[in-house]
């Protein structure tokens, strides 16, 4: 099993939808949590970090976190075609900063 | 942040033969990271390069397939010897820098280069 599993896609909504993309993990030994937006041709990017249970929101972007159930959500409000990447949910191991990585999910929003 | 650059961004090489990837850093790093993406995989981590030290590889990757140098602090080029079509992926380059959206640290990585091999 590996440690941070996401489900590939593709994920297709039109624009305006709220989209969530979820990820679940197996070290219970993950401190902190991150999501990292991909676009195409391009290395990933920070979007945004979450350190303990509950929901983190940066604009039209939530981030939540269920330790108990070892499940990660990234919410997107009013979907964007620019918002079309691949997501990918990553958390370092306890005592490093390095991330274990999720497969990303790829996301297309259409106009 | 770190703004990274990678050469070359593709190539298309036959079986057998080997590719050195060049990344470039504009600021002094202690540490550059290889990951290898492949198509529907997670991004793997194939080693930590150190200047002045030999790199540390992770599990399932060795030197003689994927040598490492680190010559100063804002170079490294890995090379990926005696390729087969299974080495056909995207390679990048990253390193840790302070965070910008609220956390410690997080990983600033380069655009990538496309290897296909045939």
């Known amino acids: 099993q590996k440690e941070v599993e996401q489900d590939p896609g593709p994920l297709s909504v039109p624009e305006g939808a709220i989209v969530s993309l979820n990820c679940t993990y197996s070290n219970s030994a993950f401190q902190y949590f991150m999501w990292y937006r991909q676009y195409s041709r391009k290395g990933p990017e920070l979007l945004m970090y979450?350190?303990?249970?509950g929901n983190k929101e940066d604009g039209r972007f939530t981030a939540q976190v269920d330790k108990s159930s070892k499940y990660i959500s990234l919410f997107i409000r009013d979907s964007q075609p620019s918002d079309s990447a691949t997501y990918l949910c990553?958390?370092?191991?306890?005592?490093?900063?390095?991330?274990?990585f999720g497969r990303g999910t790829s996301l297309i929003v259409h106009p | 942040s770190a703004v990274i650059s990678q050469k070359p961004s593709r190539d298309i090489c036959q079986r057998g033969t080997s590719l050195t990837i060049q990344c470039q850093v504009d600021s002094q790093v202690t540490m550059m990271f290889w990951y290898r993406q492949q198509p529907g995989q997670s991004l793997t981590l194939i080693a930590t390069a150190n200047q002045g030290s030999e790199a540390t590889y992770e599990s399932g990757f060795v030197i003689d397939k994927f040598p490492i140098s680190r010559p100063n602090l804002t170079f490294s080029t890995l090379t990926v010897s005696n390729m087969s079509p299974e080495d056909s992926s995207i390679y990048l380059c990253s390193v840790e820098g302070p965070s910008g959206v609220g956390g410690s640290y997080e990983q600033y990585f380069g655009p990538g280069t496309r290897l296909t091999v045939t």
């Open positions: 990553a958390a370092p191991p306890r005592g490093s900063y390095i991330p274990t």
């Open positions: 979450t350190y303990s249970s």
